[in-house]
Structure formats: structure tokens, C-alpha cells
């Protein structure tokens, strides 16, 4: 498996990833996706496993130590020089779950952030899934 940033070339294949992952009322649509891989591409990482995208991890950076609502459909909050690493989600379609694949995911986030020089990253979760962010 391999891990590199995405482009905007990925856009179909993210949305593809992104429904899966999320109930519909909290995935980001097209038009989202589009507007974080045109502003931000260096923060939109995949894992892709023979060419396949299969997880993605992504958020913009900011100046801003928490995230907020509108952050995750106004891509033009993103400052490249901001201290914090915003992580809007981490996606693993589910046949590829329980494999490691986030742990490696944000494992090489963080290690991007820290060559970046950040203040730490800011991971949104659900209740029930922070054990698994630990």
C-alpha cells in the first residue's frame, strides 16, 4: 500500500470513498471535496492499495486550535502557514477495515505535520469511536 497526496484527478474516487464511510447526512458531497483538493491538495492524503484509493485522510490548516462547522465547506479558511492540522476524517472503505490502514494513514499524517513545523493536529471523532483514536 502506498500513501501520497491526492489531486484533484481523485475527486470521483474520494466522493466514492467518502459515501461509503459516512451516512449521507454527514459526508461531504462532490462540491466539497472538490473545493479541499483545489485549495489544499497537500493536505489530502490517500492510501491506495494496487492504484485503488482505499482511505483518505484530509483537512485544511489554520491558525484556529478548534475546528468548527464551517470549516469543512469553506475551503478559503485554509491558511498554509497555520499552526494547527485540521483532520476532517479518516476514511477507510469497510473491506479494508481493521487492517491498520488509519493507524498508517494518520501515523504519516502526523509525521507530515511535524516536518511542517505544526502545533499539533485537531482530530474531530464521535463518541464512541475515540477509543480508536488513541
Not at 62 to 69: A, I, V
Not at 71 to 87: C, K, L, R, T, V
Not at 102 to 112: D, N, P
Request: proline share 3%; hydrophobic share 40%.
Amino acid at each position: 500500500m502506498k500513501i501520497r497526496t491526492a489531486s484533484i484527478s481523485d475527486l470521483s474516487a474520494v466522493t466514492e470513498v467518502e459515501a461509503e464511510c459516512f451516512p449521507p447526512a454527514e459526508a461531504a458531497g462532490r462540491a466539497s471535496m472538490e473545493q479541499r483538493l483545489k485549495t489544499y491538495p497537500d493536505h489530502f492524503w490517500v492510501l491506495e492499495d494496487e492504484g485503488k484509493i482505499v482511505g483518505f485522510v484530509n483537512g485544511m490548516v489554520t491558525d484556529e486550535m478548534h475546528l468548527s462547522d464551517d470549516m469543512y465547506d469553506d475551503a478559503s479558511m485554509h491558511d498554509e502557514n497555520g499552526a494547527w492540522q485540521m483532520i476532517f476524517g479518516v476514511d477507510t472503505v469497510p473491506a479494508y477495515r481493521k487492517r491498520g490502514c488509519a493507524s498508517k494513514l494518520l501515523t504519516y499524517v502526523i509525521g507530515e505535520a511535524k516536518k511542517q513545523n505544526r502545533r499539533g493536529l485537531v482530530l474531530t471523532c464521535k463518541d464512541a469511536l475515540v477509543r480508536l483514536c488513541r
